[in-house]
């Protein structure tokens, strides 16, 4: 401590600017008081700031010196901090620089210097004090950083005057070469040495007209350590010598000091020391204690002030014990900072002063200066939650501190923020003191605040969110720590939107009234994110103010669910939706239907699915739709007449065709009118004209979105717009079949549900089994029907047929492979994926038949390609059937997503863009056709 206080200046002095001047302190700047055996001063912290500063004192030549940590502990400095940060200097009333009338008037001047940025000033602190009580005939002190004994001077009339007088030179003042001090060791040795070799030592000697006094610092190397009761003493075993003809004056100066560490329970602090300190005591039979007394801060207190701040002093035959609470009045509470961690220590400032008599003039009065710190204790810190929603801002306390902690920055949801940001931004942060000294920090910020978070729970209840982090610095230490916390608070007063649909000439229209909550959502159109390029790209108009919004969405067109679809009308849904800009959680939702004229259209589903018409007058001569199919001749229509065909077909099936582009994947087939031949067979003659409609989709392959919708329509002959799985019947082993899918074509590794939903394959080969786990040797598996569809349903409108009537399928897009092993519990099976794309789900419906019937065709893997009926054939009343299903695996090939230049990469993230690109393209924009069909008449 007195290392930090007192290190030289010298480089700072060096480099600013002199200007001294032998002024006084401000006022308010320094306190001054006499106490019993030194002068007493005190500079205020405010004052000082973090300057250096430096003292400084005269010798008797008036010769400067700067009271360095050495000089200090020679000459009776003691420079510390107080217990509340001040600068405090105590200088003993035999300090080096103090000149005495009778050893009761005593005076000291000493230079304090205070180095600031513009020059360094010099301020002169001088005191004049009278001794308030007689010195004993011994008088030990045992200081902080010294320890001084001074003794009653009796100069003998055969000894010269002259001798005992001081000597000439700079101070530490030392005495004539015919003193010398002597010494003494435990093992019995002792060592002379003269006063001015022990000035070399670090000692400090002087002489006054009535005392003798020798001051050494603490734990020097003549000083040992002794056991008195087992409490440790620091011991200096010396006498002084004063050496003339026929005689010689000997002074005993040994000293003795506490040294015993302090004890600490978690309530309070204990100082023990001997109740007889031997080493000072010559005739122990006569040893008559006067009784100890207690200080707090340089002065004793009174048996009421004890008792009132619970302090005790106890003494029996072997120690003397001090008993202070921790936290008790005198000391101070210090907050501190370690691993982040808030805590506390309690320091005071302990006085202990004993008197004690023997024979004759054997009178001693020790007294002993003591700071006793604790160890640091964490303190528990309690953030409460004093928020009342209906008040519409938080109110959180945060505590308990001690007065030395101030809040210096907050951080709320992440952005930081100075207590004067806080301020100017409307929130509250106000420090409330308690009546025990500690603090508590009050922070009030508005529910409407931006970097609160908002989140909408369920029946339009609104919570708010406050993160904060407090940042607090120790003002002592500079020591800054964090503490973090989150409050929630929970007001129901979300304001919904209100919508309204209807139904245009050929558009859907939304009409919304926004909420309270809109900034926080972006909007949808099924799970396509409402963006610019999207309404731009699909001719959608958008229109509103501030607070209303419509939208208009033409039919048919991208975002639609097709519920229906007949000759003579369709019927669309427009899905709007609002999303959580972060979460993307569904916050409203509202959904309008409109059935419009079927008329001439083709419709690129996003799953790949594509709808088209054909009208048999637009030729001449006209021709009957009724007999018109695609390019599979066994893909007929799903509702024709004599004037038009609707056709509703996958891009995997009827011989639809693909090709890639790079960017995109473009699917087509072909409508073709089936023209009356003489003779059949051989055609010669037809009054028919050839006509052929291709219709052509375009898909972007980096789309990964799929949109699918079931639809209830009827089953034609040639187009398996759903497909209902064969009658199941209660399987009795269904907990112990399984179907898988395999990592390679070894059929040794296979992927669990949790890979599936991770799962990302490029195009490749599917390998497949269904597994019976073994139970007897009679049971077999069949492979009966086995197909994907793009959702978990095995019965949705869009399929891919693996295994039909325990038939392989093999397709441009897919083509599967029966595994022929004899295996009975296990088949397996292989699907190239050359034209399956997104997620896909896998279906097989199985049967188990009885393997000892092994000529039964119920246990045969076999296949007739010509069987059209719905049932397999060897499905019979005995057997059982089980339909599994497992999914679902994403397949990054080219993906069938919208008929459109659509990228779902970017999202809406404002409601204000939606407004402005509405607005730009009002009255631009017009109901279009989304037909892509290119017709192609050959004559």
């Known amino acids: 401590m007195h290392s930090l206080l007192l290190t030289g200046v010298a480089l700072v002095w060096a480099i600013l600017p002199t200007v001294v001047m032998p002024v006084r302190l401000p ?16 500079i205020n912290k405010d004052f000082l700031g973090y300057n250096q500063w430096q003292i400084q004192a005269l010798d008797a030549s008036q010769r400067i010196y700067t009271i360095t940590e050495m000089i200090a502990a020679q000459c009776g400095f003691t420079v510390v901090r107080d217990l509340d940060d001040n600068l405090e200097i105590r200088i003993s009333y035999f300090a080096c620089p103090t000149k005495t009338l009778d050893d009761v008037q005593f005076n000291v001047s000493i230079n304090f210097l205070v180095f600031f940025a513009t020059g360094r000033i010099s301020y002169d602190l001088a005191m004049a004090c009278t001794l308030p009580v007689i010195w004993s005939p011994r008088e030990i002190i045992c200081e902080e950083n010294y320890i001084e004994v001074s003794v009653r001077r009796i100069v003998p009339s055969v000894f010269s005057f002259q001798g005992l007088q001081l000597g000439a030179g700079s101070w530490p003042v030392v005495l004539a070469q015919d003193w010398y001090i002597d010494f003494q060791y435990r093992n019995g040795t002792v060592r002379t040495v003269t006063a001015t070799a022990a000035t070399q030592l670090g000692y400090g000697i002087r002489t006054t007209n009535t005392r003798l006094l020798l001051r050494s610092p603490h734990n020097t190397p003549q000083s040992q350590v002794m056991l008195v009761e087992g409490l440790a003493l620091e011991v200096t075993l010396s006498t002084m010598s004063y050496k003339q003809p026929w005689v010689i004056l000997i002074v005993e100066t040994t000293t003795a000091c506490s040294v015993e560490p302090p004890r600490f329970t978690p309530t309070s602090l204990v100082w023990l020391t001997p109740a007889v300190l031997t080493p000072l005591v010559f005739d122990i039979p006569y040893y008559q204690d006067q009784g100890p007394l207690m200080g707090v801060d340089g002065l004793l207190i009174t048996p009421e002030t004890m008792q009132r701040n619970g302090y005790q002093l106890a003494m029996d035959a072997a120690a003397l014990s001090i008993t202070v609470p921790i936290g008790a009045p005198g000391g101070k509470m210090k907050s501190d900072v370690q691993n982040n961690t808030y805590g ?15 024979l004759s003039d054997d009178e001693t009065r020790h007294s002993t200066c003591k700071r006793i710190t604790t160890p640091f204790q964490p303190q528990p ?12 801002y938080f109110n959180v306390a945060l505590g308990y501190f001690y007065p030395d902690v101030v809040v210096t920055g907050l951080a709320i949801h992440g952005q930081q923020l100075t207590p004067a940001q806080a301020t100017d931004r409307g929130f509250t942060l106000a420090t409330v003191t308690h009546p025990n000294g500690t603090s508590v920090f009050f922070l009030q910020v508005p529910f409407l605040d931006p970097l609160v978070e908002q989140t909408l729970l369920t029946d339009w209840i609104r919570r708010y969110t406050l993160y904060v982090t407090y940042t607090m610095t120790l003002v002592s230490t500079g020591k800054t720590f964090t503490y973090t916390d989150v409050v929630h608070a929970d007001l ?26 809109d900034r926080y959502w972006v909007p949808y159109i099924r799970d396509l994110p409402l963006t610019a390029e999207l309404i731009t790209s699909q001719k959608y108009t958008v229109t509103g103010t501030g607070t209303t919004f419509r939208l208009e969405v033409p039919a048919p067109g991208v975002g639609l669910v097709y519920e229906a679809v ?55 001569p006209n021709f009957d739709a009724q007999r018109t199919h695609l390019r599979d001749p066994s893909c007929l229509p799903l509702e024709a007449n004599s004037t038009m065909a609707l056709f509703y077909f996958s891009s995997s099936e009827c011989s639809t065709t693909k090709v890639y582009d790079g960017t995109h994947v473009i699917t087509d087939n072909e409508i073709i009118f089936r023209r009356e031949e003489v003779p059949v067979g051989a055609p010669s003659i037809s009054r028919d004209s050839e006509h052929k409609l291709t219709i052509r989709c375009r898909y972007a392959t980096q789309q990964t979105k799929t949109i699918w919708a079931k639809k209830s329509v009827p089953l034609h002959r040639g187009l398996r717009v759903e497909r209902k799985p064969a009658v199941r019947r209660v399987a009795r082993h269904a907990p112990n079949l399984q179907l898988r899918l395999a990592k390679d074509g070894s059929y040794n590794k296979f ?31 069949v492979l009966e029907d086995c197909w994907a569809t793009t959702v978990p349903e095995p019965d949705a409108v869009t399929r891919w047929d693996f295994i039909s009537l325990r038939c392989p399928v093999g397709k441009a897009s897919h083509r599967t492979t029966i595994q022929d092993r004899a295996l009975k519990n296990v088949k397996q099976f292989a699907v190239k994926t050359d034209g399956l794309h997104g997620q896909v789900y896998i279906h097989c419906l199985v049967s188990i038949c009885d393997g000892s019937q092994a000529t039964h065709e119920a246990c045969v893997q076999t296949c007739d390609p010509n069987d059209e009926r719905t049932e397999p054939a060897a499905l019979i009343k005995e057997q059982v059937t089980e339909l599994l299903s497992m999914g679902p695996v994403e397949i990054q090939a080219a993906q069938d997503v919208v008929s459109s230049k659509y990228s779902g990469e970017k999202q809406w993230l404002t409601w ?28």
């Open 344 to 358: 506390a220590t309690y320091s005071i400032d302990l006085l202990l002063e004993r008197d004690w008599r023997g």
């Open 566 to 620: 007949t000759l003579q009308s369709f019927r669309v849904r427009l899905d709007f939706s609002l999303k959580d800009n972060q979460t993307l959680q569904t916050m409203s939702s509202f959904s309008v239907s409109c059935n419009f004229p079927t008329g001439r259209m083709l419709v690129c589903l996003p799953n790949g699915t594509m709808i088209a018409t054909v009208f048999g007058t637009d030729t001449v």
């Open 751 to 781: 992927y669990s549900a949790e890979d599936l939903a991770l799962l990302r394959l490029a195009p490749q080969t599917l390998y497949l089994d269904v597994y019976l786990l073994p139970h007897g040797d009679q049971q077999e598996v």
């Open 912 to 939: 204000p863009w939606v407004m402005a690109v509405g607005m730009a393209v009002v009255g631009v924009l017009s109901v279009a056709s989304v037909f892509l069909a290119i017709r192609i008449f050959k004559c």
């Open 27 to 42: 006022d308010g700047a320094s306190r001054m008081e006499c106490r019993r055996r030194n002068f007493w001063i005190w």
């Open 381 to 392: 810190l309690l953030f409460i939650d004093y928020t009342v929603p209906s008040m519409k």
């Open 492 to 517: 129901k007063d979300i304001v919904p939107p209100i919508y309204a649909g209807a139904c245009g000439k050929n558009t859907l229209i939304m009409d919304m009234t926004s909420g309270s909550m």
